[in-house]
């Protein structure tokens, strides 16, 4: 409830940013401006909207696939989308050599649980299920909506920075050049974008949880993430950037796979390859400590610092 609470409190806090930023500037630029701005973002993000289930499908060469094609993979995500008490979403099969899974759709009606050829090789059947959990989780959840609102923000800000940047030697009441404003409004932007970072790592935590709640053991879960990272440290650079833009909607960022792998390292203390009872439960008790380096990349990636997630599944148990 708590990991809730906070997206909805961050909902709430990007609402109060850009009424403010609406009525500090108002005066500055003239009411007809900041709602064009705003239209305009708006107008984007309703383009997302119904793009971008078939760009998702797209980019990830996804192929939807029928119970007698896979017929496990089904009756995984039919038992999990029941417990959840959600409707079945459509089952697709990702052809790119990164092993991972995403959900992706409008609405919780509209959804997609995809899975990668590479994933269904790399994990057991209770990691698997673990990985769907976190899934169907995303989907129960409807936290691919709320991300998506809390994008438009951003986006409004931007507008209006460069709305302002771009007109010319103009003063607002106060005698601020009007350019300075925008300046000024570039970093409320970054800020802003910040935020919505911070959002899709709480809503990460909150899948992890689901997954949890749907009946998955917490080991398990965390060792699909450690398999996860070491395989996705060996898919080639060329495959990592065809995705880039869409690793939000992957179970862990590959582009920081080296650096999980190493943090990871630290609590498979048998050096399995896998992350057991006994070691999650060792977790449990310890302070995790992280670099400044790490906390730095955390802050500008969509996934939270690995090592603070396990620790999060250790308070599972």
């Not at 109060?16 to 709602?35: C, H, K, M």
């Not at 190493?262 to 050096?271: G, W």
């Not at 439960?281 to 396990?310: F, G, Q």
Request: aromatic share 8%; glycine share 8%.
């Amino acid at each position: 409830m708590w990991l809730q609470m906070r997206l909805y409190l961050l909902l709430g806090l990007m609402l109060a940013i850009i009424y403010g930023v609406i009525v500090g500037i108002a005066s500055a630029i003239g009411v007809g401006s900041l709602l064009v701005y705003a239209i305009l973002a708006i107008l984007l993000v309703l383009l997302q909207y119904i793009l971008g289930p078939s760009l998702v499908k797209w980019t990830m060469k996804v192929k939807y696939v029928s119970e007698q094609e896979y017929p496990v993979l089904h009756s995984m995500i039919s038992e999990l989308a029941k417990a959840a008490r959600i409707r079945k979403p459509r089952v697709g099969v990702s052809r790119v050599p990164i092993p991972n899974a995403f959900a992706f759709g409008r609405t919780r009606w509209d959804a997609r649980v995809c899975v990668t050829e590479g994933l269904l090789k790399s994990l057991n059947s209770d990691e698997l299920r673990a990985v769907l959990g976190h899934e169907i989780s995303h989907i129960k959840h409807n936290d691919m909506a709320l991300i998506t609102i809390l994008s438009i923000f951003p986006l409004i800000i931007y507008f209006m920075a460069w709305g302002l940047m771009l007109s010319g030697r103009g003063r607002g009441q106060g005698g601020i050049p009007l350019p300075l404003i925008g300046i000024g409004m570039l970093v409320l932007y970054f800020i802003t974008n910040l935020l919505v970072l911070y959002g899709s790592r709480i809503r990460e935590y909150y899948a992890d949880r689901g997954s949890v709640e749907l009946g998955n053991r917490p080991r398990h879960m965390a060792t699909a993430l450690y398999k996860l990272a070491i395989g996705n440290a060996r898919v080639p650079k060329e495959s990592l950037k065809r995705v880039e833009g869409l690793k939000a909607f992957f179970v862990n960022d590959p582009s920081r796979a080296m650096n999980e792998i190493r943090e990871l390292k630290e609590i498979d203390a048998d050096m399995s390859g896998t992350i057991d009872y006994e070691e999650l439960l060792a977790l449990r008790s310890k302070t995790v400590r992280i670099r400044t380096a790490d906390k730095l990349m955390e802050l500008m990636s969509t996934h939270p610092n690995m090592l603070k997630r396990i620790k999060h599944l250790s308070s599972l148990i």
